[in-house]
C-alpha cells in the first residue's frame, strides 16, 4: 500500500514538474508575461499556477523514467516545446516593431529612439507605440487566455515528454517569420504610398525651384503627414495584428 501511494504520489510530481518545464519556457517567453518589466516573482508564480491548473488535465504525462538520460531528454524535450511557442509568439510581435520602424523612417523620425518596454531593444518612437498598443491589446481581448488555451492544446501537437520534430518546428519558425514580415510590410504600406509621393513631391519642388529650401520645409510636412495617416490607421493596424495573433494560436488549438 504505503509503495503504491509512494509511485502514484512520484508520478503526479514528476508530471507536475514536466508541465512546469513546457508552461515555464513559454511564459519567460511569451509577450507581455515575459518581458523584463515582469518581475521574476510574477513570472515564476504565473509558470507554477498555470501549470498547476493544467498539470490535472493534461492527458499521457508518464512517471519518472528509471535512466537519467531519459529524464533528461523528456525535460529538454518540454523545454523545447515550451520555447518554441514563446518564440514563435514574439516572432509574431516583432512585426510591430519592424512595421514601426518602417513608419519612423518615412516619418523621418528614425533617429529618435526610446525604449518599448519590452524584451525588445530600443526602437522608434512608433515601433514603441506600437509594441505597447499590441501588449495592451493583447490582454484587453482576452488573448492571454487563449495563450494558456494554446499551451493546454499543445500536447496533442507535441506529446509530452517527447523531443518535437527538428523539421516541423523549422517549417513552423519559417512560416511564422514569414508572416511577420509580411505583416510589418501590410502595417506599413500607406506609409510607403505616402512617403513615395512625399519623395517625388519635394523632387519636383527642388526641380521647379533649385533655390527654395525643400529639406527645412519637407520635414514638418512628413512628420504631420506621418501622424495623421498614422492616427487614421493605428485602429485598422490594431485589429489586423490581433486577428493574426489569434490564427497563430489557432494552430495550437487556442
Do not use: C, W
Not at 511564422?176 to 519635394?202: C, D, E, H, I, K
Not at 487614421?232 to 497563430?248: D, L, R, Y
Amino acid at each position: 500500500m504505503t509503495s503504491a501511494l509512494t509511485a502514484l504520489l512520484t508520478a503526479e510530481i514528476y508530471g507536475f514538474l514536466l508541465v512546469v518545464a513546457r508552461v515555464g519556457a513559454a511564459i519567460s517567453l511569451l509577450p507581455g508575461f515575459g518581458e523584463t518589466a515582469v518581475p521574476m516573482q510574477a513570472r515564476l508564480a504565473a509558470a507554477l499556477g498555470v501549470a498547476l491548473a493544467l498539470s490535472a488535465v493534461v492527458p499521457g504525462l508518464p512517471p519518472a523514467p528509471d535512466a537519467m538520460s531519459d529524464l533528461l531528454v523528456q525535460v529538454a524535450g518540454e523545454l523545447a516545446a515550451g520555447a518554441f511557442i514563446g518564440i514563435s509568439a514574439r516572432i509574431l510581435f516583432a512585426a510591430l516593431q519592424i512595421a514601426g520602424q518602417m513608419i519612423a523612417q518615412l516619418m523621418n523620425l528614425s533617429n529618435i529612439f526610446t525604449s518599448p518596454g519590452t524584451g525588445f531593444e530600443s526602437g522608434s518612437v512608433a515601433g514603441s507605440y506600437l509594441m505597447m498598443g499590441g501588449l495592451v491589446l493583447l490582454f484587453v481581448t482576452d488573448q492571454h487566455l487563449s495563450i494558456i488555451k494554446a499551451l493546454l492544446e499543445s500536447y496533442k501537437l507535441m506529446p509530452p515528454a517527447t523531443l518535437p520534430s527538428l523539421a516541423g518546428l523549422a517549417k513552423t519558425t519559417a512560416e511564422t517569420v514569414s508572416t511577420s514580415f509580411r505583416m510589418a510590410v501590410q502595417f506599413a504600406t500607406p506609409f510607403l504610398v505616402l512617403g513615395f509621393v512625399y519623395n517625388v513631391g519635394l523632387g519636383l519642388i527642388n526641380r521647379a525651384m533649385p533655390q527654395f529650401a525643400v529639406f527645412f520645409i519637407g520635414m514638418p510636412i512628413a512628420i504631420l503627414g506621418g501622424l495623421l495617416v498614422l492616427a487614421m490607421t493605428v485602429a485598422v493596424i490594431a485589429t489586423s495584428f490581433i486577428g493574426h495573433f489569434a490564427s497563430f494560436l489557432h494552430r495550437f488549438g487556442g
